[in-house]
């Protein structure tokens, strides 16, 4: 007899304003549905020409946020506006913190939502640079992951070779837009949400 073979797929990205909104809805989720296995699928949203000085993003970072706090409640901390956007050199930039994602996936893939979860909270809600390899280090650590062999791992040409492969996979299954939420049953998708705050 086949075993029915069930998952979420996640679509996510650390720089998301909506992510960020849409952890208690996560939450919430996995403690309801807590044998239901989460993939990540994480397309870039801040690559290529999109990557520039948060300074350059700053009025939009404001509107959006405003935004974001007037439909779900979340609120961006005073360490991000008083610290990253104020001071604007932080170089806002989704691959070295998708690339963190794609090492704890390789060194303890239990991990790897957890881990994931917690950078919009540390972007948004403690103001931490996210490029930073001390600051996802220690998020790693906090999940059980060995912080040396996180740093060496996230240097590696292999992760960021990685992660770019990731980006097209997402891409390749049309996940553009965040937060995206699949529900797949044996290789189907089955229901697909995407816009989740209708934006």
């Given at each position: 007899?086949?075993?029915?073979?069930?998952?979420?797929?996640?679509?996510?990205?650390?720089?998301?304003?909506w992510?960020f909104?849409?952890?208690?809805?996560?939450?919430?989720?996995?403690?309801?549905?807590s044998?239901?296995?989460?993939?990540?699928?994480?397309?870039g949203l801040v690559?290529g020409?999109?990557?520039e000085?948060?300074?350059?993003?700053?009025d939009?970072?404001?509107?959006?946020?405003?935004?974001v706090?007037?439909?779900?409640g979340?609120?961006?901390?005073?360490q991000?506006?008083n610290?990253l956007?104020?001071?604007?050199?932080y170089i806002?930039?989704?691959?070295?913190?998708?690339?963190?994602?794609?090492?704890?996936?390789h060194?303890?893939?239990n991990?790897a939502y957890?881990?994931?979860d917690?950078?919009?909270?540390?972007?948004?809600?403690?103001?931490?640079?996210?490029?930073?390899?001390?600051?996802?280090a220690?998020?790693?650590?906090?999940?059980?992951?060995?912080?040396a062999?996180f740093v060496?791992m996230?240097?590696?040409?292999?992760?960021?070779e990685?992660?770019?492969h990731?980006?097209?996979?997402?891409?390749?299954?049309?996940?553009?837009?965040?937060?995206t939420?699949?529900?797949?049953?044996d290789?189907?998708?089955q229901?697909?949400?995407?816009?989740?705050?209708?934006?």
């Amino acid at each position: 007899m086949k075993l029915t073979q069930e998952r979420l797929i996640y679509g996510f990205d650390p720089l998301c304003g909506w992510c960020f909104a849409f952890r208690p809805t996560m939450r919430a989720v996995t403690a309801t549905h807590s044998d239901l296995p989460i993939t990540l699928a994480y397309g870039g949203l801040v690559v290529g020409a999109r990557v520039e000085p948060i300074a350059a993003m700053r009025d939009y970072l404001r509107r959006g946020l405003a935004q974001v706090q007037a439909v779900s409640g979340a609120t961006a901390g005073p360490q991000f506006y008083n610290g990253l956007l104020a001071e604007g050199t932080y170089i806002s930039n989704s691959e070295p913190p998708c690339r963190a994602i794609y090492v704890v996936e390789h060194l303890a893939p239990n991990r790897a939502y957890a881990f994931a979860d917690t950078l919009p909270y540390t972007f948004y809600g403690q103001g931490q640079p996210l490029d930073n390899a001390d600051v996802l280090a220690a998020l790693a650590t906090a999940q059980g992951i060995d912080a040396a062999q996180f740093v060496q791992m996230w240097h590696s040409s292999a992760a960021i070779e990685g992660t770019q492969h990731a980006f097209q996979r997402a891409r390749a299954a049309g996940i553009h837009t965040y937060p995206t939420l699949i529900y797949e049953r044996d290789g189907v998708q089955q229901v697909r949400g995407t816009r989740l705050y209708g934006t």
